[in-house]
């Protein structure tokens, strides 16, 4: 009888831990859908942005800026992925998307002051 009982209590506890790891891979798999998912996101937002410049199409100002702070978002989701799936190994990334997406908002604030004289033309002109 002991060692029925034995094989009973292994069993479960082997059954707990498989379903540990069944939910911890399960639970990576969606950080990947996830990464996935803002990569593909990221990627359109940079076409876009690119079709902008290179096709000249008209565009407005805050546009660019809303698809730059979109862009920036889910870049840090990504980091985010990225550290939940390798258990933190690249915590250096927040801090590295926070500091660029700072500086390029920061252009975009000073690219905001133009001078209002260099898109008009006098009407004698």
């Known amino acids: 009888m002991p060692g029925f009982l034995d094989f009973l209590f292994n069993r479960k506890k082997n059954k707990r831990y498989e379903n540990i790891e069944e939910a911890a891979f399960k639970r ?4 990947f859908e996830s990464l996935l998912a803002s ?6 937002l940079i076409s876009g942005l690119e079709d902008l410049v290179f096709e000249h199409k ?19 989701d990504i980091s985010e992925d990225i550290n939940a ?12 998307t926070e500091k660029i997406g700072i500086s390029i908002l920061h252009e ?5 002051e133009l001078d209002a004289a260099h898109w ?4 004698s002109n």
């Not at 990576?28 to 950080?31: A, D, F, G, Q, V």
């Open 120 to 123: 008009t033309i006098s009407l």
């Open 58 to 76: 008209a565009f407005d100002y805050n546009d660019v800026v809303s698809q730059c702070e979109q862009l920036i978002s889910t870049v840090y």
């Open 85 to 96: 799936i390798s258990g933190g190994k690249y915590s250096g990334l927040f801090e590295a």
């Open 39 to 44: 990569n593909n996101k990221a990627l359109s």
């Open 28 to 31: 990576k798999y969606e950080y």
């Open 108 to 112: 975009f604030m000073a690219q905001r």
